[in-house]
């Protein structure tokens, strides 16, 4: 999720109460809502760095109680005011858990379980920016805001911002995850309740969009994906404008780049993997390979990818690895 969800979420839960625990409660409870973001400055490393330290041991169930101290600690140098450390670990922890839990709900995902265990968990309900989310949290800072204008108009005494707006603000917040979450599950049960081309769905998924009824649907069978839209308020017929992409079989140019860093890495990322190997554009008697993740992008117009080109020799030559957030359609879609 961005880091202005993020903060908002840190400031309404600090306005609903918990800044009382300790003086600069309200500063605490940001940075740890914050506080695993600490690891995107591994974006200066490049794709490589990124893909595998970004949402890594930060985002950890392991690391929450160190990520909490961590937001302490800053809070403390820079506010130079005491605190009761006690009081703000408890709060710092649940700042740093509304970060795991918003982020568990878009597509990118964590992994909460390192250092033991690499799986991606991810609940796709939520794209990464949400504008209907930005309004919720719009409307708990703008509301106590025009109260006191409104009341100072009248001659009232200047309050400071209360608890109503933002618990109200995390009620609707949470209302809406909840209602995407049941369309999310409509969604995939709509794809997994089909067969596609005479085989049986191995898996099915639906990813989010701007519009909470508008969802991309991906199933895999055991030689393809087929992806469909999906319009939730219309009937669902996936025959008539579904994509086909054919999984490519596992040659020794696919198994040459395989072997190289790039891939490597993006391996431990991707989650609905779909390889393209076409005669390279540039060299001779040479493959480009190339490795997308579905849930980002198409071989169309990938997202996330990895590529590289693999001589005649199946030597792999220029592979790299290339991210964006963007999913696009095919052509004449």
């Given at each position: 999720?961005?880091?202005?969800?993020?903060?908002?979420?840190?400031?309404?839960?600090?306005?609903?109460?918990?800044?009382?625990?300790?003086?600069?409660?309200?500063?605490?409870?940001?940075?740890?809502?914050?506080?695993?973001?600490?690891?995107?400055?591994?974006?200066?490393?490049?794709?490589?760095?990124?893909?595998?330290?970004?949402?890594?041991?930060?985002?950890?169930?392991?690391?929450?109680?160190?990520?909490?101290?961590?937001?302490?600690?800053?809070?403390?140098l820079?506010?130079?005011?005491?605190?009761r450390?006690?009081?703000?670990?408890?709060?710092?922890?649940?700042?740093?858990?509304?970060?795991?839990i918003?982020?568990?709900?878009?597509?990118?995902?964590?992994?909460?379980?390192?250092?033991?265990?690499?799986?991606?968990?991810?609940?796709?309900?939520?794209?990464i920016?949400?504008?209907?989310?930005?309004?919720?949290?719009?409307?708990?800072?703008?509301?106590?805001?025009?109260g006191?204008?409104?009341?100072?108009?009248?001659?009232?005494?200047?309050?400071?911002?209360?608890?109503?707006?933002?618990?109200?603000?995390?009620?609707?917040?949470?209302?809406?995850?909840?209602?995407?979450?049941?369309?999310h599950?409509?969604?995939?049960?709509?794809?997994?309740?089909?067969?596609?081309?005479?085989?049986?769905?191995?898996?099915?998924?639906?990813?989010?969009?701007?519009?909470?009824?508008?969802?991309?649907?991906?199933?895999?069978?055991?030689?393809?994906?087929?992806?469909?839209?999906?319009?939730?308020?219309?009937?669902?017929?996936?025959?008539?404008?579904?994509?086909?992409?054919?999984?490519?079989?596992?040659?020794?140019?696919?198994?040459?780049?395989?072997?190289?860093?790039?891939?490597?890495?993006?391996?431990?990322?991707?989650?609905?993997?779909?390889?393209?190997?076409?005669?390279?554009?540039?060299?001779?008697?040479?493959?480009?390979?190339?490795?997308?993740?579905?849930?980002?992008?198409?071989?169309?117009?990938?997202?996330?990818?990895?590529?590289?080109?693999?001589?005649?020799?199946?030597?792999?030559?220029?592979?790299?690895?290339?991210?964006?957030?963007?999913?696009?359609?095919?052509?004449?879609?």
């Amino acid at each position: 999720m961005d880091n202005l969800t993020h903060s908002l979420v840190g400031l309404f839960l600090a306005r609903a109460g918990l800044k009382r625990f300790t003086p600069r409660g309200t500063a605490i409870m940001i940075v740890a809502a914050n506080a695993p973001d600490f690891d995107t400055v591994c974006i200066f490393g490049g794709p490589m760095s990124y893909i595998h330290w970004h949402r890594n041991i930060t985002h950890s169930l392991v690391a929450l109680p160190v990520m909490a101290l961590l937001a302490i600690a800053v809070v403390r140098l820079l506010g130079r005011k005491q605190i009761r450390w006690l009081p703000a670990f408890f709060i710092a922890i649940i700042g740093v858990a509304s970060h795991l839990i918003l982020d568990l709900t878009n597509v990118y995902g964590v992994r909460l379980l390192l250092p033991f265990s690499g799986h991606w968990t991810h609940w796709d309900i939520t794209p990464i920016f949400d504008l209907a989310l930005w309004a919720i949290l719009l409307l708990g800072v703008a509301a106590p805001f025009l109260g006191r204008l409104v009341g100072s108009e009248i001659g009232e005494k200047p309050k400071a911002p209360g608890a109503g707006w933002a618990i109200v603000a995390l009620v609707l917040f949470t209302a809406y995850d909840y209602g995407r979450s049941v369309l999310h599950d409509h969604a995939a049960a709509l794809m997994d309740s089909r067969t596609y081309h005479g085989l049986a769905t191995l898996r099915a998924g639906a990813f989010p969009g701007e519009n909470p009824l508008k969802w991309t649907g991906i199933v895999e069978l055991s030689d393809s994906y087929v992806e469909v839209p999906i319009d939730l308020r219309a009937a669902f017929h996936p025959d008539l404008d579904q994509i086909v992409f054919k999984k490519a079989p596992q040659t020794p140019a696919v198994m040459a780049a395989m072997q190289t860093p790039p891939f490597q890495r993006f391996l431990e990322f991707v989650q609905y993997p779909i390889w393209v190997a076409t005669p390279s554009p540039e060299f001779e008697r040479a493959t480009q390979v190339s490795l997308v993740d579905l849930r980002f992008g198409t071989p169309y117009a990938p997202g996330f990818f990895a590529t590289a080109t693999v001589t005649d020799r199946n030597q792999a030559e220029n592979s790299t690895l290339s991210m964006g957030m963007q999913r696009a359609p095919a052509p004449g879609k």
